[in-house]
């Protein structure tokens, strides 16, 4: 523990300038309020201070409430009390000097003080909504009428990050610093002159901005409706509106009183769990248990793509949407000029659904440089390859890669399930080659997998998961295994879900519950959007390896007729030219009735529930598998390429997360009964029973290794 503490005050001259130190991000752990507090009560006991600077040190002016602190019982200050209670009664003006962050808990204390200054790079916000609670200091009551109840509800029911500028611009501060300037002395210039105007400007004072919300409340209803979609099965997002709706209807302290029971209301919600959950296992992921402490990534300033297709050309947007010249190589002029095509169109289309400015476009699209060599990328610090799935196609091209990139380049392939030894075997420089699969559309996707071979270095590790997350993708590591972490894991539901179909359900039954569930599509859906010829190729290339892998026939009969899904018109669904809506077809219907009795599987009913947990608890199966084998580092880690990677809903934490809500023995006891029922594909995983026995949550698996 650092002896430095959490909160200091110090006179310059006539200012009181109290620094907040609580690194990482100046949560508001335990100790930084009441440290507040005693420098503010200081600052107003001294004569000589005329006025209050109230700053952060480090990366960020304040983060919020300390997210560890909710749900385990420890005690934390009233937050919608004493603080904002004692700036509000304040004899004296304070400034909140803002750079970094100031988020939740650390923008309602700004937004109690007197006045705001921010850096140009700084980003304010009240993110509450998305670990599943409210803004429970005020934010409800006062950033309402700081910017009016319309805008105030985009910001706290999205809760999105919003830039200095733009923050500006909409009141909720007063002044915008240019980074270069020096936030403490701007600020304490600024303090300096306001230090003598009164009455003092009070948030909670102003009433201007909902005149026009008291008027016509139609906009709390309108906005309900607009996010019926997003936030079905949620709570917080309609708490959140509802606390804004108080600010309009109530007196400022009775909406403050609102404000908290809509709060208790939240926090220990199994909603709040799991989005809390959620927010820690991404910040996990991140860590490499295994590493050597010594190790330190490459640095990268370019990359190189081989193959533009669909993969390759979403990749090299990745890193040109983040300021990374990427060059880009294909085996024909054709697919490479077809490949440029398609990275313009898409750039094209988001400049027209208002997403990206056109000059922004221009600058990305100036950062990828297609070449017509690999004597053109040698330099390279990054090369990804992105050819077809196929080994003798890969295969040469790392023999290549071999003889050409300079030393010490990062090799590494967008493979989704082939072996990243056998890559690595055609290069004299194993350790410098991984896997980095990347999730389709590779420049929407957050997910990527960081595939670890036998001989992949800790340095090329390392290196691989930064790159990630320099272009803003969540980089997990999977072991390397035929689908390895994320695809693996999926597989038996991608299996169980054809197999419900010869048991007696349709696809649009099985979607149905699945959207139900959270996800934004359903399984089928999601299955003719990506190609069904596609999972054709997988099926038989597993198939091929293993005499016992289990046949699709049905999904086999579509593919046979030509139904690949969207992009013929027709799949589980049959689709109308020029719309992506799918509607339920007879033909299917018939067809998989034909096959199950060809089959001699007599169809029946199927609950909701039981469609969920035969697809659900058939990968929580795998995934046990996949931590047993020391696949994944941690069942967490699971749940994250779950949420990034497959659309499982935020609100439920992950597959694994949502399992422990069940209860370990329940979905062991399931499994085995079904084992019973279907035979071999359902035998429960060592590692799964020895939890079931121990009653240990998945969370707390221990990985084999
Ligand atoms: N509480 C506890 N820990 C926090 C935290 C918080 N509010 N915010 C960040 N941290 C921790 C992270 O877990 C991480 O810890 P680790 O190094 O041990 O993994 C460390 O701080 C650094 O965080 P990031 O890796 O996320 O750093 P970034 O620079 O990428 O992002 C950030 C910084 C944008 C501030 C991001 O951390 C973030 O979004 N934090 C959460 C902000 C938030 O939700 N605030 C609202 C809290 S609720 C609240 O205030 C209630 C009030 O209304 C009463
Ligand atoms: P694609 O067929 O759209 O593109 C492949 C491109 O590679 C084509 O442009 C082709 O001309 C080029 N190519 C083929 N051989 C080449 C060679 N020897 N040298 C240079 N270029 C060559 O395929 P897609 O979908 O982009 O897949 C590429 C890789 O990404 C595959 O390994 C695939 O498994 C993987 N992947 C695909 C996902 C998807 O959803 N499509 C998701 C995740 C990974």
């Known amino acids: 523990m650092s002896d430095t503490p959490l909160v200091t005050l110090t006179r310059e001259t006539d200012i009181g300038v109290i620094t907040v130190n609580y690194p990482p991000v100046n949560a508001l752990g335990p100790g930084v309020v009441e440290g507040i507090i005693d420098c503010l009560k200081q600052g107003f006991a001294d004569p000589a201070i005329t006025a209050m600077v109230l700053i952060g040190a480090g990366r960020s002016f304040i983060a919020g409430a300390d997210i560890r602190g909710f749900g385990t019982g420890r005690k934390r200050l009233p937050l919608g009390e004493r603080i904002y209670d004692i700036l509000d009664a304040s004899t004296k003006p304070v400034v909140a000097a803002i750079h970094g962050y100031a988020l939740g808990g650390g923008l309602e204390i700004a937004l109690a003080c007197n006045y705001r200054v921010a850096i140009d790079s700084a980003k304010v916000g009240l993110p509450e909504v998305l670990i599943g609670i409210l803004p429970g200091g005020g934010g409800t009551q006062r950033l309402p009428r700081l910017v009016g109840p319309q805008a105030a509800m985009d910001m706290i029911v999205t809760g999105r990050h919003v830039p200095a500028r733009e923050a500006g611009e909409l009141g909720i501060v007063d002044e915008v610093i240019p980074d270069t300037a020096g936030l403490r002395d701007s600020a304490i210039a600024y303090a300096r002159r306001i230090a003598a105007v009164r009455p003092l400007p009070r948030v909670r004072d102003r009433e201007d901005k909902l005149i026009q919300a008291k008027l016509d409340p139609s906009i709390f209803d309108a906005m309900r409706k607009s996010i019926a979609r997003r936030a079905r099965n949620q709570k917080a997002p309609y708490h959140c509106i509802a606390a804004v709706e108080a600010a ?39 860590k490499l248990p295994d ?6 990534a490459k640095p990268f300033s370019n990359a190189a793509v081989i193959g ?15 300021g990374i010249p990427v060059k880009i190589l294909d085996s024909t002029k054709e697919a490479l000029d077809r490949g440029m095509e398609r990275i313009r169109n898409n750039y094209a289309t988001s400049v027209k659904r208002g997403s990206l400015a056109e000059d922004e476009m221009q600058h990305r699209l100036a950062r990828i440089e297609p070449v017509s060599g690999y004597d053109d990328i040698k330099d390279a610090d990054i090369v990804i390859e992105a050819v077809f799935e196929e080994m003798d196609v890969k295969k040469p091209v790392f023999a290549k890669l071999d003889a050409v990139m300079k030393p010490g380049a990062l090799l590494l392939s967008n493979t989704s399930a082939l072996d990243i030894d056998e890559l690595a075997a055609m290069t004299h420089r194993p350790g410098d080659v991984a896997g980095a699969h990347f999730f389709s559309p590779a420049n929407v996707m957050k997910l990527l997998e960081v595939v670890r071979g036998a001989k992949t270095s800790p340095e090329t590790l390392l290196s691989a998961t930064q790159m990630g997350r320099k272009i803003g993708k969540i980089a997990g590591v999977a072991g390397n295994c035929d689908g390895f972490l994320a695809n693996r894991s999926r597989a038996p539901f991608n299996t169980e879900m054809v197999i419900l179909l010869e048991e007696g359900c349709l696809p649009e039954q099985v979607d149905k519950v699945m959207v139900d ?3 934004p599509m359903g399984p089928f859906a999601v299955g003719d959007l990506a190609g069904l010829d596609i999972s054709a190729a997988g099926r038989r290339r597993r198939a091929a390896a293993n005499p016992n892998y289990r046949k699709l026939p049905i999904a086999d009969r579509l593919v046979e007729l030509g139904r ?11 689709y109308e030219k020029g719309d992506r809506a799918p509607h339920p077809d007879p033909e299917v219907a018939a067809i998989i009735k034909h096959v199950s009795t060809e089959m001699n599987v007599p169809r029946r009913g199927f609950t909701d529930q039981e469609i969920l947990r035969r697809l659900l608890f058939s990968s929580v199966n795998e995934a046990c598998k996949i931590l047993e084998e ?22 439920r934490g992950g597959l694994m997360f949502w399992a422990d809500g069940i209860g370990v023995r329940d979905v062991y006891n399931q499994i085995a009964a079904w084992h019973q029922q279907y035979g071999e594909r359902w035998a429960p995983a060592a590692l799964l029973r020895q939890l079931a026995e121990s009653d240990t949550p998945f969370r707390e698996a221990k990985p084999g290794r």
């Not at 400022?252 to 959950?277: H, K, M, T, V, W």
């Not at 533009?308 to 983040?322: H, K, L, N, Q, V």
């Not at 690949?564 to 049959?574: F, I, N, P, S």
């Not at 069942?635 to 949420?643: F, N, P, T």
Request: glycine share 12%.
């Open 308 to 322: 533009a297709g669909t993969m390759g050309g979403g990749i090299a947007m990745s890193f040109a949407d983040f």
């Open 248 to 286: 309009c209807t109530l007196p400022f302290d009775d909406g403050i009183r609102r404000e908290s029971e809509l709060f208790r209301e939240l926090e220990n919600s199994d909603e709040a769990r799991a989005l809390r959950y959620a927010f820690f296992a991404e910040r996990e992921v991140a």
């Open 564 to 574: 690949y899904g969207q992009k013929t018109g027709a799949g589980w669904y049959r």
């Open 291 to 296: 590493l050597p402490r010594d190790v330190t």
């Open 630 to 651: 020391g696949i994944a580092y941690r069942a967490s880690d699971i749940d994250v390429m779950w949420l990034h990677g497959f659309g499982f809903p935020r609100y």
């Open 517 to 519: 569930f959270g996800y």
